[in-house]
């Protein structure tokens, strides 16, 4: 039996029908020459095994009597493979969009509670002749560092499969919970919150007090750290109460390039990729003719991660970043990027020791499902303006190939959640030499995903041809508001010698 952190289960209670809170992967796989009979065969031999040994994927939920607390995981001892793994034929003529919009489809589903909590689905019937294959797992069971971790391990880094990892022990028979192991195991619990929440206080007073503090060596220290990024999003079509119904879209850029980009303008990757973001959602916003004077602001996960640890748990916080979308010319908006982005990193570093992830759960499924029950019957997020427009986050991925029964992973794009108020999210993961984009959205919010997706193609290239910057080149502070309903100034475009590789 193993308890459940604050932050994991909170993920379990605000779950509804319209917002299904699990976090999943496309791969796309390049099918082996040699390889005969049924791939999802091929892969069931290959993956089962591993599956079935893994504490993590026998691992179930057992709830606590009337759902007091938070529920803990035990392990389950035998998991039906025929329930978690799957197969899905598309239809011909088996084009991208087509598996697009199915994986759009099976992200939509509640994973059910009574088994353990994920799903492997393999999708056949591509044009051309590649596979793919669909990975689902509640977020209360990780988080995106701890996913690329678990895929690291459960897939293989050459096609023969050589590195299979060693059995894990054969653990003893568990024996059925009964109501006085799981009350006896949420007091102890709640117990050790309570006592970590008490010595942490007098450090959380400090940090506060830090932050509020202004710092008469920069007269804008307060402004700079709490004020720039801190303050509610504009109103826009994505930012409404949404459905159960999710859409999907994918594409891939060069990670050489954007790094590139980044060096010539001073800029950090992170910066460069909500620029990107940020230009897509400009020219998205101003297709509609809906774009803001206002500048949009996105939601930016933080891991709370110290090097090395891959522990199955969510460590994580959000920061918010302005996105500096009513600025039109892509080079000043880049520098004020930076300095939104740099001024949200300074305040979350400072902080970080004192986030909490872990804290008492007696009483909280009853108020978090009644709130997230109560808002999304409410649709108040019609009329309350949204604290970010967009959820983006960018993990680090592995950076050789990984294979699936002997198949090649050519694509590796992430799916994420979306919430009332907010319904995009940009999840990317950077896979070898590319950067791979994930866009989940909620259907009626985001109808025609694909369009921005073409849109984060344009905005790169648009950056890519951005002149180099030399010292002297103007600083962020030149950067004006002048974007609002105007359009962006158009830019001749120079040939390149590399192109976008795009779903």
Same mark, same amino acid.
């Given at each position: 039996?193993?308890?459940?952190?604050?932050?994991?289960?909170?993920?379990?209670?605000?779950?509804?029908?319209?917002?299904?809170?699990?976090?999943?992967?496309?791969?796309?796989?390049?099918?082996?020459?040699?390889?005969?009979?049924?791939?999802?065969?091929?892969?069931?031999?290959?993956?089962?095994?591993?599956?079935?040994?893994?504490?993590?994927?026998?691992?179930?939920?057992?709830?606590?009597?009337?759902?007091?607390?938070?529920?803990?995981?035990?392990?389950?001892?035998?998991?039906?493979?025929?329930?978690?793994?799957?197969?899905?034929?598309?239809?011909?003529?088996?084009?991208?969009?087509?598996?697009?919009?199915?994986?759009?489809?099976?992200?939509?589903?509640?994973?059910?509670?009574?088994?353990?909590l994920?799903?492997?689905?393999?999708?056949?019937?591509?044009?051309?002749?590649q596979?793919?294959?669909?990975?689902?797992?509640?977020?209360?069971?990780?988080?995106?560092?701890?996913?690329?971790?678990?895929?690291?391990?459960?897939f293989?880094?050459?096609?023969?499969?050589?590195?299979?990892p060693?059995? @894990? *022990?054969?653990?003893?028979?568990? !024996?059925? =919970?009964?109501?006085?192991?799981l +009350? /006896?195991? #949420?007091?102890?619990?709640?117990?050790?919150?309570?006592?970590?929440?008490?010595?942490?206080?007098?450090?959380?007073v400090?940090?506060?007090?830090?932050?509020?503090?202004?710092?008469?060596?920069?007269?804008?220290?307060?402004?700079?750290?709490?004020?720039?990024?801190?303050?509610?999003?504009?109103?826009?079509?994505?930012?409404?109460?949404?459905?159960?119904?999710?859409?999907?879209?994918?594409?891939?850029?060069?990670?050489?390039?954007?790094?590139?980009?980044?060096?010539?303008?001073?800029?950090?990757?992170?910066?460069?990729?909500?620029?990107?973001?940020?230009?897509?959602?400009?020219?998205?916003?101003?297709?509609?003719?809906?774009?803001?004077?206002?500048?949009?602001?996105?939601?930016?996960?933080?891991?709370?991660? @110290? *090097?090395?640890?891959?522990?199955? !748990?969510? =460590?994580?916080?959000?920061?918010? +970043? /302005?996105? #500096?979308?009513?600025?039109?010319?892509?080079?000043?908006?880049?520098?004020?990027?930076?300095?939104?982005?740099?001024?949200?990193?300074?305040?979350?570093?400072?902080?970080?020791?004192?986030?909490?992830?872990?804290?008492?759960?007696?009483?909280?499924?009853?108020?978090?499902?009644?709130?997230?029950?109560?808002?999304?019957?409410?649709?108040?997020?019609?009329?309350?303006?949204?604290?970010?427009?967009?959820?983006?986050s960018?993990?680090?991925?592995?950076?050789?190939?990984?294979?699936?029964?002997?198949?090649?992973?050519?694509?590796?794009?992430?799916?994420?959640?979306?919430?009332h108020?907010l319904g995009?999210?940009?999840?990317?993961?950077?896979?070898c030499?590319?950067?791979?984009?994930?866009?989940?959205?909620?259907?009626?919010?985001?109808?025609?995903?694909?369009?921005?997706?073409?849109?984060?193609?344009?905005?790169?290239?648009?950056?890519?041809?951005?002149?180099?910057?030399?010292p002297?080149?103007?600083?962020?502070?030149?950067?004006?508001?002048?974007?609002?309903?105007?359009?962006?100034?158009?830019?001749?475009?120079?040939?390149?010698?590399?192109?976008?590789?795009?779903?």
């Amino acid at each position: 039996m193993r308890t459940m952190s604050g932050l994991d289960g909170a993920f379990l209670h605000i779950e509804t029908e319209e917002t299904p809170m699990h976090v999943g992967a496309l791969y796309l796989l390049e099918r082996p020459a040699d390889q005969r009979g049924s791939y999802f065969e091929a892969v069931k031999q290959r993956l089962a095994p591993r599956l079935a040994q893994s504490s993590f994927f026998k691992a179930r939920l057992a709830a606590m009597p009337l759902q007091f607390a938070n529920p803990v995981w035990i392990e389950d001892r035998a998991p039906n493979m025929a329930y978690h793994l799957r197969q899905v034929l598309l239809p011909k003529p088996g084009s991208m969009q087509q598996l697009q919009d199915k994986v759009g489809e099976l992200h939509s589903t509640l994973l059910d509670r009574n088994h353990p909590l994920w799903e492997v689905t393999v999708i056949d019937g591509l044009a051309s002749g590649q596979v793919a294959l669909y990975f689902k797992v509640h977020h209360a069971a990780l988080d995106g560092a701890s996913g690329i971790a678990l895929a690291k391990t459960l897939f293989d880094s050459d096609a023969n499969g050589s590195d299979t990892p060693a059995a @894990e *022990p054969a653990p003893s028979t568990p !024996t059925r =919970q009964g109501m006085f192991d799981l +009350v /006896s195991a #949420a007091f102890k619990q709640t117990a050790e919150q309570y006592g970590k929440l008490a010595r942490s206080l007098p450090d959380v007073v400090n940090v506060v007090s830090g932050m509020l503090k202004p710092d008469t060596a920069h007269a804008d220290h307060v402004k700079g750290k709490l004020g720039q990024n801190f303050a509610f999003g504009p109103k826009t079509p994505i930012n409404v109460p949404i459905t159960g119904q999710r859409s999907f879209a994918c594409t891939s850029l060069p990670l050489a390039q954007i790094k590139q980009i980044g060096a010539r303008h001073g800029a950090k990757l992170n910066d460069v990729v909500l620029a990107i973001c940020s230009g897509a959602l400009r020219s998205y916003l101003q297709h509609k003719h809906k774009l803001p004077r206002k500048s949009l602001i996105a939601t930016v996960p933080v891991s709370l991660r @110290e *090097p090395g640890n891959t522990a199955t !748990t969510t =460590q994580a916080t959000l920061t918010l +970043v /302005s996105l #500096a979308s009513h600025i039109s010319d892509p080079q000043k908006r880049l520098h004020a990027i930076c300095k939104a982005a740099g001024a949200a990193k300074s305040l979350t570093q400072n902080a970080k020791t004192v986030i909490p992830t872990d804290f008492p759960s007696l009483g909280v499924p009853w108020l978090l499902g009644g709130l997230a029950s109560l808002y999304g019957y409410s649709k108040l997020a019609s009329v309350m303006p949204p604290i970010a427009n967009v959820a983006i986050s960018n993990v680090p991925g592995p950076q050789q190939p990984l294979y699936v029964a002997g198949a090649k992973i050519s694509g590796y794009w992430p799916l994420s959640i979306v919430e009332h108020g907010l319904g995009l999210n940009i999840t990317l993961v950077s896979y070898c030499d590319s950067l791979d984009f994930g866009l989940t959205a909620a259907s009626n919010a985001l109808p025609d995903v694909y369009l921005l997706a073409q849109m984060l193609n344009q905005s790169y290239e648009e950056l890519l041809q951005l002149p180099t910057e030399t010292p002297d080149t103007p600083a962020a502070n030149t950067a004006s508001n002048d974007a609002g309903a105007k359009p962006a100034v158009k830019r001749k475009r120079r040939q390149t010698t590399t192109t976008p590789t795009s779903t």
